[in-house]
């Protein structure tokens, strides 16, 4: 089961971190993952942290530099701290986990950047 929390309207150039709570298997045994789905558009990956102890993390060209993921094995959870947000980063923002041949979602959290 995945949940997210933390989204939120803000103003172009602020702030907001998501999480995504996790239960029903250890995240670190998971490729994780944040996506994103704009009004009318497809939805896209964002970012991710690859499965095992030094998960690599990578990141969509369009959020390079200004997102960042990490995760907390202990509280088992992953958040997506985004910085610089832009009006083009309006979205519902899906956790994702991908494990043993299984993949699952969580239902989103809707991010508004407008000033």
């Known amino acids: 089961n995945l949940v997210e929390f933390g989204g939120d309207l803000v103003q172009p150039g602020g702030s907001l971190k998501l999480s995504c709570a996790v239960s029903g298997f250890p995240i670190y045994e998971a490729d994780m993952r944040w996506f994103r789905q704009a009004p009318g558009k497809e939805r896209e990956k964002v970012c991710g942290?690859?499965?095992?102890?030094?998960?690599?993390?990578y990141y969509a060209d369009s959020v390079k530099g200004r997102f960042t993921i990490s995760n907390d094995n202990f509280r088992n959870t992953v958040y997506l701290q985004m910085n610089n947000l832009q009006p083009e980063d309006t979205a519902v923002y899906y956790c994702n986990a991908a494990i043993s041949g299984w993949e699952y979602w969580g239902n989103g959290t809707l991010v508004t950047v407008s000033s």
């Open positions: 942290i690859i499965e095992g102890p030094n998960g690599r993390k």
